[in-house]
């Protein structure tokens, strides 16, 4: 659809006025270019290139809302400066985005990881795990009968042990000044990241959709990402349970049972449930 | 049954006021319980800007168990994306309408967010004015009135550039005729495009069917400058530009269908915007008048 293609590129201009320059100069470089009409390339660069800067808080905003998905990660890498980060709206992590039409945040969270020293990535990652489930919604979608799959607002991320304890401490006094405001100045300790992935955190959103975390045992999170994006047969999920080590299929049905008790599973067994 | 005949059935609400999460809760916002008992002839609905992850405020559920007329505003749908339309949104949309019980849905036909809906996406720009980007937000509106049993009235949106081939009215009568709806016609937007667009105010309603437009908003703007370019900022405030009258008092004789006017003027106090309620009464008196 044209008026899409042209749609996209007006919003990437709107947030990268830079790329009205490349669209004057080298059309033939920019990406969705091959979408646009000659007409519609005319109409774009024909208006007036200050009625793309009317919003001058624009980027801003959308910025601090991302940068409130990711407070621990940008308070440490920006060390007091997080309007560095305005460059992601000019990188090609969020054209790209904007173009396939894809999550912002998540173009984001590859930016910053990308920006950042390589140690920040398990942090990173953990706080993209959280924001996807902070804003996960129950999943209306029938289960097929026989079939089971992760319970709602769940998410599982391997992480360095301890990271997720860790999180919650430097979280905390933030928190209390206000996330934004926090990020102002740089953090009074330093992050100290490392290790390997060795560890895996459930993170969990609660009936009072406060969110929950913890680190989980290797068997319980491999049952788990089984299921993290599909629903999976009762069969194939108990010979899975034996796989990671259940003695016998009973046993299995009962580890089935009981994570289903606990709310990460939700299961079909046929009877309408 | 086509809208023509759907329409018999939408109630006449007369002039009200618009609102959104927290927004009587400024400093110097209007105080919507004062004013429906002081002027109750301008506070005969509440138009409840609804995005979902915010839900209702405070004000909004005090209006509804005081029995408080509505109607549905959308705030975060972007109609001619199909994806938008996920179950779970959708059920939240039931639930609040059951809640809101309002008279019909409306909202700026226009783009909510970037990409999926979420946190940091949103924004509002008005769509591609283009013969292609008709049928997508017909089969949007359709689509929204079939799931959530209302009537979608599709809104003309501000902005500070619009592009496409079609003048905005022109692809909104298609995308009305298209989806057999009817229109909220917000006159204050409307000034806007015809000011960026340099054609007079009512260029284009002879052409429209205004015997569509259910819905009336009028809104106060100021007008700004970047780098010496002058346009206009659709603010809300009680000043309302005299381009928006001008649209108002054209189109008011004309709306022989018209149920409803909101005076976007809720982060205002009430002394502000009385005569901006007064003026709407009187140029509207004919399809309200015997409203009580």
Redesign the interface.
């Known amino acids: 659809?044209?008026?899409?293609a042209?749609?996209r590129m007006?919003?990437r201009v709107?947030f990268d006025p830079s790329l009205l320059e490349a669209l004057r100069s080298e059309p033939e470089q920019v990406m969705g270019m091959e979408s646009l009409s000659t007409?519609?390339l005319t109409?774009?660069l024909s208006?007036?290139p200050?009625?793309?800067?009317?919003?001058?808080h624009?980027s801003s905003r959308?910025l601090q809302?991302?940068l409130?998905?990711y407070p621990v990660s940008v308070h440490h890498f920006t060390q007091g400066n997080p309007g560095r980060l305005l460059s992601f709206f000019s990188s090609a992590r969020f054209h790209d985005?904007?173009q396939q039409?894809?999550?912002?945040?998540k173009a984001?969270e590859r930016y910053l990881v990308e920006q950042a020293p390589p140690e920040f990535e398990p942090l990173i990652s953990l706080e993209g795990a959280i924001?996807t489930s902070r804003?996960s919604?129950?999943?209306?979608?029938p289960l097929s009968p026989g079939h089971w799959r992760l319970g709602p607002s769940k998410g599982l991320v391997q992480t360095p042990s301890g990271l997720c304890a860790k999180y919650s401490e430097l979280l905390l006094p933030m928190k209390e000044t206000h996330i934004l405001e926090a990020l102002k100045s740089p953090p009074g300790s330093a992050l100290n990241l490392s290790g390997k992935k060795d560890s895996w955190a459930l993170i969990e959103k609660n009936e009072a959709g406060e969110l929950e975390m913890g680190e989980i045992p290797e068997s319980l999170a491999q049952i788990l990402l089984e299921i993290e994006h599909k629903e999976v047969p009762h069969r194939e999920l108990v010979d899975i349970i034996i796989s990671l080590g259940a003695d016998h299929r009973e046993e299995a049905e009962e580890v089935l049972q009981s994570l289903r008790g606990e709310g990460l599973l939700v299961g079909n067994d046929g009877l309408g449930i | 049954m086509s809208f023509s005949q759907r329409v018999q059935n939408l109630p006449h609400l007369g002039i009200g006021v618009s609102t959104e999460y927290g927004a009587f809760r400024g400093s110097e916002s209007l105080d919507i319980m004062a004013l429906r008992q002081a002027h109750p002839q301008f506070a005969r609905f509440l138009e409840v800007g609804v995005e979902l992850e915010k839900g209702l405020d405070e004000d909004t559920q005090a209006w509804i168990e005081g029995g408080g007329a509505t109607t549905f505003h959308f705030l975060d749908v972007n109609l001619d994306d199909p994806e938008d339309f996920d179950e779970s949104w959708l059920q939240g949309i039931r639930e609040t309408a059951k809640t809101l019980k309002p008279a019909w849905m409306c909202g700026d036909a226009g783009l909510w967010h970037l990409g999926p809906r979420e946190r940091g996406s949103m924004l509002l720009l008005p769509p591609i004015c283009a013969p292609d980007a008709v049928s997508p937000m017909a089969e949007g509106i359709q689509r929204l009135r079939e799931e959530v049993g209302l009537e979608v009235l599709p809104e003309n949106p501000p902005g500070s550039i619009f592009l496409g081939s079609l003048h905005l009215l022109d692809f909104f009568a298609r995308v009305i005729d298209e989806a057999d709806t009817g229109f909220l016609l917000d006159c204050a937007h409307l000034a806007i495009y015809q000011k960026l667009k340099g054609l007079a105010p009512t260029t284009g309603l002879d052409q429209f069917p205004l015997d569509k437009v259910i819905e009336i908003h009028v809104a106060g703007a100021h007008i700004q400058s970047v780098d010496g370019l002058s346009f206009v900022e659709d603010n809300h405030t009680p000043n309302v530009l005299p381009e928006t009258w001008e649209i108002l008092e054209y189109v008011a004789p004309r709306a022989t269908e018209l149920r409803a006017t909101v005076f976007e003027c809720e982060r205002n106090p009430m002394e502000t915007t009385l005569s901006g309620f007064q003026r709407i009464q009187k140029t509207l008196s004919t399809h309200f008048g015997g409203i009580k």
Do not use: P
Request: aromatic content about 6%; glycine content about 0%; hydrophobic content about 40%.
């Open positions: 659809m044209s008026a899409q042209l749609q007006l919003i709107m007409h519609e109409d774009l208006q007036d200050r009625a793309f800067r009317t919003d001058s624009r959308h809302a991302l409130e998905e985005a904007i039409w894809t999550s912002i945040r984001f924001a804003h919604s129950q999943n209306e979608d």
